[in-house]
């Protein structure tokens, strides 16, 4: 069974950097298949952040490009999410996921972090 | 800022079908990109419900179905029952905006 789980610090100060893991299990991450995330803001929609190959091959939301990065690593079996620049705005919960083979759904999630952009 | 539109909230008594719309536009669900639907029960993780238009993943009950035709696409609830009672969000891919977009989402309320 796919399973991820999203890790990181809950609090992020203004202006600082967001950074959280995706740990998979179930699945080699070097499957053929694309890992992303997504997030969703209190009492929002969901919002698309990005998404990464295993060959490190990446995708952003180009309203995010300027700030995120995503890293993948395969000896560890899990990928990372990096937002600089973090802002009030950037509070959400972020989700991580997995693009379902040969179509463009995500078909496993993680359970989700809150992560508060506060001083 | 979604793309996709969604009506804010849609209710009926069990037993009864729904459905939900999702509007887009010429370069998401009319430029042929396939529309995915998912459930969200409160303070979870959105869970997959139908992917390519209309295909179920194992595991969830044939009283979900899903369409598209044109620019738009729909979700149907057959047989309403209260565990349907969550927030559903369509999603697709948008190549203007070379970004996987998601719909404002819908609060199904079972009466």
């Known amino acids: 069974q796919v399973q991820l789980q999203e890790s990181g610090p809950g609090l992020v100060k203004p202006s600082g950097t967001l950074s959280l893991t995706c740990a998979v299990s179930?699945?080699?991450?070097?499957?053929?298949?694309?890992w992303g995330w997504v997030r969703q803001s209190p009492g929002k929609g969901l919002e698309w952040i990005g998404q990464?190959?295993?060959?490190?091959?990446?995708n952003y939301n180009p309203s995010l490009s300027s700030r995120v990065s995503i890293s993948i690593d395969k000896s560890k079996n899990h990928f990372s999410l990096r937002l600089t620049s973090v802002i009030a705005a950037d509070t959400a919960v972020y989700y991580c996921?997995?693009?379902?083979?040969?179509?463009?759904?995500?078909?496993?999630w993680g359970q989700g972090t809150l992560v508060t952009v506060s001083s | 800022q979604s793309v996709l539109t969604q009506p804010p909230s849609v209710s009926g008594a069990p037993g009864q079908r729904v459905t939900i719309s999702c509007s887009g536009s010429?370069?998401?669900?009319?430029?042929?990109?396939?529309v995915h639907w998912y459930q969200q029960l409160p303070g979870t993780a959105p869970k997959l419900l139908i992917y390519?238009?209309?295909k179920r993943p194992s595991g969830v009950p044939d009283r979900f179905s899903g369409s598209k035709s044109g620019t738009s696409a729909s979700l149907a609830i057959t047989g309403l029952q209260a565990e349907d009672e969550a927030d559903y969000y369509c999603?697709?891919?948008?190549?203007?905006?070379?970004?996987?977009?998601f719909g404002t989402g819908t609060k199904v309320t079972v009466l």
């Open positions: 996921a997995r693009h379902k083979t040969a179509t463009t759904s995500l078909d496993y």
């Open positions: 179930g699945v080699s991450i070097s499957s053929s298949d694309w």
């Open positions: 990464i190959y295993q060959t490190g091959s990446t």
């Open positions: 010429s370069s998401n669900i009319g430029a042929g990109h396939d």
């Open positions: 390519d238009n209309t």
């Open positions: 999603q697709s891919y948008d190549s203007t905006l070379s970004a996987y977009v």
